[in-house]
């Protein structure tokens, strides 16, 4: 199991590194500071096609293929932008300070070390001339902002009749498509099926029951989890992880359900997840559990007893 994390996050690496060099050698031959993902998709295609199914297991959203997954990987990372259209280009190298005061390097043009730690980010013992923050490098609303910012957008001016809810108690968050027993004041997540066409658009909304009828906002879909903890968080509902111990000095991280988008960027620079789309698991590094802890602490999360685990 161990292996696998490792191998799963060498491979990102070693393309890591290589699209940002093809970038660099097609904006050179095309005389541009910019390249269309038509150009980098046929590449990547041919190349995962001879990879192995650890790698490619890791990439599990059906619906994209895994060279665009991937280059979606590398922007939310940091390691590539899109710059809209489709079009990719490089940042700047620079560093990020972690909560303990190490830098990690991210964006780097240097070929990545094979015994490095576990992340995409490369370990460095200074920083750069470009040195963010941990909210530099990712904006995360505190749950209590988050809910006074979309509270104050809340309107019972709307066409909406949900399909499907979810409520909070001390117990957590429940889905449920019986849309009764709403309580006076209380906050909910609502689910609405926009029928435009012959097609469904699946619409999420942050909602309030007041005065026998809903008071709503519609809610990115970026920020869904963000929301469910922010209302789990709310109503006191205890969430804890879990850390693992391994020989050599690794650590897996066992989560109840997947992180909020910003803390799973932040996360994957320190630590290898077990799958891209909705991971609930995590590899890292003995060195990195105070850096893992503040991350999870932002999002209210506990932690629970440290186990020993499967030694290997």
Known sequence: MINEYITVQRTI????????????GLCEEFQTNKVHSHRLMPVLQRLFNKE??????????????????????LSQQGEIIHVGNSYYTLFPERTVQLHDGQYIAISSLKAPIQKRSL???????????????????????????LLNVYTNKLSNHHDIDPNEM????EKGSFKTSSIK????????ILYFDRVIGSKIKPEKYFA???????????????????????LRF???????????KHNNGYIEIKLPFSLPREENI????IATPNENKWPKSYLTTEDQINNVRAILAYCKLKEGVLKDGVHN
């Open 13 to 24: 690496n070693h393309y890591s590194y290589y699209v940002k060099q093809l970038i660099i």
């Open 52 to 73: 192995t199914n650890i790698f490619l297991s890791f990439f599990k959203d059906e619906k994209r293929s895994v060279p665009m997954q991937f280059l979606q990987f």
């Open 119 to 145: 992340g995409i980010g490369q370990l460095t013992s200074k920083s750069l001339a470009i040195s963010l923050t941990y909210d530099d490098y990712m904006y995360r609303p505190t749950f209590e902002k």
């Open 166 to 169: 979810v409520y909070f108690t």
């Open 181 to 188: 027993n709403m309580q006076e004041g209380e906050f909910y």
């Open 208 to 230: 309030q029951w007041k005065k026998g009828e809903w008071y709503v906002t519609q809610i990115p879909s970026s920020m869904l989890t963000r929301f469910r903890y922010a």
């Open 234 to 244: 709310l109503k006191n509902a205890t969430s804890t992880y879990q850390m693992i």
């Open 266 to 269: 932040l996360l994957r620079l």
